[in-house]
């Protein structure tokens, strides 16, 4: 690119790996790498603590929080989430998956975090196990070249550019996907094409008696509202949507997300005597895959390589995971890269096969026939067990434990069939409804 090069310079930084972004998946990376005794420079663009979204965590989170010697202070920044319950008007009914319910019992809960203080922790975290954590500096560049040496031009805020020479780059800057789009890699997930609207709300009513940690989905015909209880009585709310649902905006984000809070009796009510105490802000069309995952001394983690969708929370928990499984296979690559080949294709395996397992759910989150299932949720087969984990982040279940989440696949299929010819699912079993 047309800048001074100072990637070429002689005085170009030289590290081990260079990680692209500071978030949960970069500062997982630099920790664990750091901790191994490599030399690692991560570069952010912004500053912590800094507003993010993505507040709602897995149980599997905490396996990764206690590798990473992080475990009390989350336990000290986070409300216990016990589970997630799902409220439908339309069925009049809501259900509570606990965690504590699923098959596996190492990990029963999770938190609920304000991105600003959770991705400090981990950024602190990154610093302290030796890693270079330099922020206010944005990736402008990056050349691949694993012979020849990869080089990455960054400016800092003074405008200054800073040239780096890694022999291994890690992309972690998150929906910027930088090298997604130096590739020209990121394609648009054909599947979910939705988009939300959120803000933070003090006084948000609980669902029931007293506040009891979990997030609750609340389900409308369009789509879903995430309520999300953080510390000192916020509530952040959010709805995800069609982009048909968005078009119908006319005039300010913050009246049309009003307006559709209200629209919904169960979230209404809720929010009757709350006060909005942040900006509304919009993402659109957030669903994405790179076609490409890694390459010869570097790779991509969490939403650099790709995103999903909110409703089961498990970006966090991908991005972290992704970043565990990537440290390794950039360790391995900087004594041996022959050996790393065959560690890069199964991270890449096992990275699509989470994802592959959360989209079966996340594409039919808007089905009647998966929104009938979720209401009155069947234990036969230990299907519901074989939900919940799938809802807690379980997704590398061995191959005894699949099976409670391949009968609830099944029951599925045989129930939209019936679905096609007028049954529906109710709490006293399949019911013709009138057409
Ligand atoms: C509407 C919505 C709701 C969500 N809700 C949840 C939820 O409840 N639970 C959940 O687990 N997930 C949720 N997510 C997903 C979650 O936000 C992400 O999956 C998660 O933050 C990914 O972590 P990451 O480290 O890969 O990327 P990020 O957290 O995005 O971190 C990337 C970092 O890279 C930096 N960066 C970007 N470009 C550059 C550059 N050029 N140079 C230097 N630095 C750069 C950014 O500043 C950022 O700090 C939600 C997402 C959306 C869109």
Redesign the pocket.
Known sequence: MPLDTPDTAPDATSCDVLI?????????AATLLAEKGRHVVL????H?P?F???????PL?LRIFETLGVADRMAAIGVHKPGARFVSDEHGKHTAFSFAAGLNQDYTYAY?VR?SEF?EVLFSRAREAGADMRQG????DVTLDARAGHRVT?RGEDGTLHGFRPRFVID???????LAATMGSKARNPHNNT??L?GHFRGVAPFGEAEDGN?TIHLFDEGWF?M?PLPDDVM?I?V?SNPGFFKRRRGEARDFFLDTLRAVPSVARRIEGAELVSDV?T?GN?SYASKVMHGDGWLM?????A?I??V?????????A??EMGADVADTWLDDPARAAPMARAFERKVKRAIGSLSWLIYRINTPVLRDMFMNPSNRFRMREGLVSLLAGDVHVNANRQMPVLAFKAAYHLLSLAHRFGYRLRPDGLVKVAA
Request: overall charge negative.
């Open positions: 692209i972004g500071g978030g949960p998946a970069g500062a997982t570069l952010e663009k912004d912590h800094r993010h979204i993505g507040e709602s965590l897995l989170n609920q991105r991705d500096m944005r990736v402008l960054a972690a800057s998150g929906r910027d996907t930088v988009g939300a959120y997030i995430w999300i952040s959010g995800v802000t993402t957030y983690a969490g939403d650099a390589y995103f969708d909110p089961f929370s498990s970006g966090v928990l991908l991005a972290m992704s970043a």
